[in-house]
């Protein structure tokens, strides 16, 4: 969870009347300054129907002394127009919140709960590890145990440095990559999100081939200029890029299945495509998998695609809940960071042994055999479900799932990059987060968020989940 979460909301309020950008990769852009037109059409509902007495008094406590009540910006709600429940408890695939209320959660801590709220074996290697000491700043077993399992899982990974977030992997892996190739520049795709890293924080739905003005007041548009956005599953923008600023790009980061614009997957034959064209270019072709690793499938979507990265991004699920990143890639590139060469990153809290350990408990509990094509099917019979309750009730949306990962989007087009979610119809999305809400389904407060599933969901969560999206969609057809 993260400040993107405005950021994309702001990326998507500037759409208004933009257009899909032509064959050439140049976006043709049209009126851009409407700012919140397709929200305005809408009201928000009045706060009180969104959470009880009590957490709006937390809330309105918090507001006092933390900008916006909130530590990251969406968990404000803005989008949804109320006040968020504030949370007191979770276990297994519920949350309950200090009035008592309580929510079958999709949410999961934005994606690292794979078993589910306080699991009885990650809560007990938590415990087990605050025993021995909460920190030490040098060398423990735990680190060398997670390296040695991700690098096995993941096939780009020989060498893997942990950090304490998705953000800090990120920016520490282009680091590595201009290290490595001497080049500045780096694109991305527009709704991709990839932490707040400050050169990463650029206006999206713009031309392919232009330098990024910044996003977020007080990023020096210096920085964001090191950035190109480009649509995402547009190949022919990618190359365009390349063409422009031949010998200039050091890498291209990319969610390859894009779980910050709802949840949109890669076109056949896109991520090949763009690792051929990062070869040809000598760039860096970089997964940002702190959403998709360990998400998708044990070992990430490279396993699954069979695409491999030279860098890859870690975070989330690796963390259990508890805050770790990690990145990673061959050993010829990894040399490069100090104390081994002269790229340098470091942090207090790297590794640390609790952190380290929830991470542990949680990929022990995701390896058993079966565990992904078990969760993945279970999920799949909720996706369809919904998907049947939108049919007979005359709703148009789109669902879509990868691995425990899944999304919605309500549309009758497919759904391929940012544009056509930003072309939905945003105001049904409210209507339907909000009456699930009410029903005790708690879906992101953002209609460019994935939503999670766990193990600790099952049968009567899925009885539960179509129940309540059968009397929801039944009053917006
Ligand atoms: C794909 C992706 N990369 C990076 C990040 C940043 O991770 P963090 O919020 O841990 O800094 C996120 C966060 O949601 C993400 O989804």
Same mark, same amino acid.
């Given at each position: 969870?993260?400040?993107?979460?405005?950021?994309?909301?702001?990326?998507?309020?500037?759409?208004?009347?933009?257009?899909?950008?032509?064959?050439?990769?140049?976006?043709?852009?049209?009126?851009?300054?409407?700012?919140?037109?397709?929200?305005?059409?809408?009201?928000?509902?009045?706060?009180?129907?969104?959470?009880?007495?009590?957490?709006?008094?937390?809330?309105?406590?918090?507001?006092?002394?933390?900008?916006?009540?909130?530590?990251?910006?969406?968990?404000?709600?803005?989008?949804?127009?109320?006040?968020?429940?504030?949370?007191?408890?979770?276990?297994?695939?519920?949350?309950?919140?200090?009035?008592?209320?309580?929510?079958?959660?999709?949410?999961?801590?934005?994606?690292?709960?794979?078993?589910?709220?306080?699991? %009885?074996?990650?809560?007990?290697?938590?415990?087990?590890?605050?025993?021995?000491?909460?920190?030490?700043?040098?060398?423990?077993?735990?680190?060398?145990?997670?390296?040695?399992?991700?690098?096995?899982?993941?096939?780009?990974?020989?060498?893997?440095?942990?950090?304490?977030?998705?953000?800090?992997?990120?920016?520490?892996?282009?680091?590595?990559?201009?290290?490595?190739?001497?080049?500045?520049?780096?694109?991305?795709?527009?709704?991709?999100?990839?932490?707040?890293?400050?050169?990463?924080?650029?206006?999206?739905?713009?031309?392919?081939?232009?330098?990024?003005?910044?996003?977020?007041?007080?990023?020096?548009?210096?920085?964001?200029?090191?950035?190109?956005?480009?649509?995402?599953?547009?190949?022919?923008?990618?190359?365009?890029?390349?063409?422009?600023?031949?010998?200039?790009?050091?890498?291209?980061?990319?969610?390859?299945?894009?779980?910050?614009?709802?949840?949109?997957?890669?076109? %056949?034959?896109?991520?090949?495509?763009?690792?051929?064209?990062?070869?040809?270019?000598?760039?860096?072709?970089?997964?940002?998998?702190?959403?998709?690793?360990?998400?998708?499938?044990?070992?990430?979507?490279?396993?699954?695609?069979?695409?491999?990265?030279?860098?890859?991004?870690?975070?989330?699920?690796?963390?259990?809940?508890?805050?770790?990143?990690?990145?990673?890639?061959?050993?010829?590139?990894?040399?490069?960071?100090?104390?081994?060469?002269?790229?340098?990153?470091?942090?207090?809290?790297?590794?640390?042994?609790?952190?380290?350990?929830?991470?542990?408990?949680?990929?022990?509990?995701?390896?058993?055999?079966?565990?992904?094509?078990?969760?993945?099917?279970?999920?799949?019979?909720?996706?369809?479900?919904?998907?049947?309750?939108?049919?007979?009730?005359?709703?148009?949306?789109?669902?879509?799932?990868?691995?425990?990962?899944?999304?919605?989007?309500?549309?009758?087009?497919?759904?391929?990059?940012?544009?056509?979610?930003?072309?939905?119809?945003?105001?049904?999305?409210?209507?339907?987060?909000?009456?699930?809400?009410?029903?005790?389904?708690?879906?992101?407060?953002?209609?460019?968020?994935?939503?999670?599933?766990?193990?600790?969901?099952?049968?009567?969560?899925?009885?539960?989940?179509?129940?309540?999206?059968?009397?929801?969609?039944?009053?917006?057809?």
């Amino acid at each position: 969870m993260s400040i993107r979460r405005d950021f994309s909301d702001r990326k998507s309020q500037r759409a208004g009347g933009c257009e899909r950008p032509g064959a050439d990769g140049h976006a043709r852009v049209a009126a851009c300054q409407v700012i919140g037109r397709a929200d305005d059409a809408c009201m928000p509902p009045p706060a009180h129907r969104l959470s009880g007495p009590r957490s709006r008094a937390l809330f309105a406590a918090a507001c006092r002394v933390i900008p916006g009540g909130v530590n990251s910006p969406v968990r404000a709600w803005k989008r949804l127009g109320g006040h968020p429940p504030v949370i007191a408890s979770g276990s297994g695939a519920w949350m309950v919140d200090v009035d008592g209320r309580r929510y079958c959660d999709y949410v999961l801590s934005w994606g690292p709960l794979l078993l589910g709220h306080a699991h %009885p074996a990650v809560v007990a290697a938590v415990e087990r590890a605050a025993q021995h000491g909460l920190s030490f700043g040098a060398c423990t077993p735990g680190e060398g145990r997670l390296a040695a399992l991700l690098c096995r899982a993941l096939p780009s990974m020989q060498q893997v440095r942990l950090v304490s977030s998705g953000t800090e992997a990120t920016m520490s892996a282009l680091r590595l990559a201009r290290a490595v190739t001497g080049r500045e520049l780096v694109i991305k795709c527009d709704g991709c999100y990839h932490g707040h890293v400050d050169a990463l924080l650029v206006a999206a739905g713009s031309g392919c081939a232009t330098l990024q003005q910044p996003d977020s007041a007080g990023v020096p548009p210096a920085f964001a200029a090191t950035t190109l956005s480009i649509p995402y599953n547009d190949i022919t923008a990618a190359e365009t890029a390349f063409r422009r600023h031949r010998g200039r790009i050091a890498a291209f980061i990319i969610e390859p299945v894009a779980g910050n614009m709802g949840l949109i997957l890669p076109a %056949p034959g896109y991520l090949a495509a763009l690792r051929a064209l990062c070869t040809r270019h000598g760039a860096l072709l970089l997964f940002d998998e702190v959403m998709t690793g360990f998400r998708t499938a044990w070992g990430g979507y490279q396993r699954l695609c069979g695409v491999t990265p030279d860098l890859t991004c870690l975070g989330k699920v690796i963390g259990g809940g508890m805050p770790v990143g990690a990145y990673g890639g061959a050993r010829t590139l990894m040399r490069h960071l100090a104390p081994q060469g002269d790229c340098y990153q470091a942090g207090t809290l790297s590794g640390n042994p609790v952190a380290v350990a929830a991470g542990l408990a949680t990929l022990a509990g995701a390896r058993r055999p079966g565990f992904f094509p078990r969760q993945a099917a279970r999920l799949t019979r909720l996706v369809s479900g919904l998907r049947d309750a939108a049919r007979r009730h005359g709703v148009a949306l789109q669902l879509s799932q990868a691995g425990t990962m899944w999304g919605f989007t309500f549309t009758d087009r497919p759904v391929t990059d940012l544009i056509c979610v930003q072309q939905s119809d945003l105001a049904r999305w409210r209507r339907f987060t909000v009456g699930m809400l009410s029903e005790g389904v708690y879906l992101a407060p953002s209609p460019y968020e994935a939503a999670f599933w766990s193990s600790a969901h099952g049968e009567g969560e899925i009885r539960h989940t179509l129940a309540a999206a059968d009397r929801v969609l039944a009053g917006m057809g």
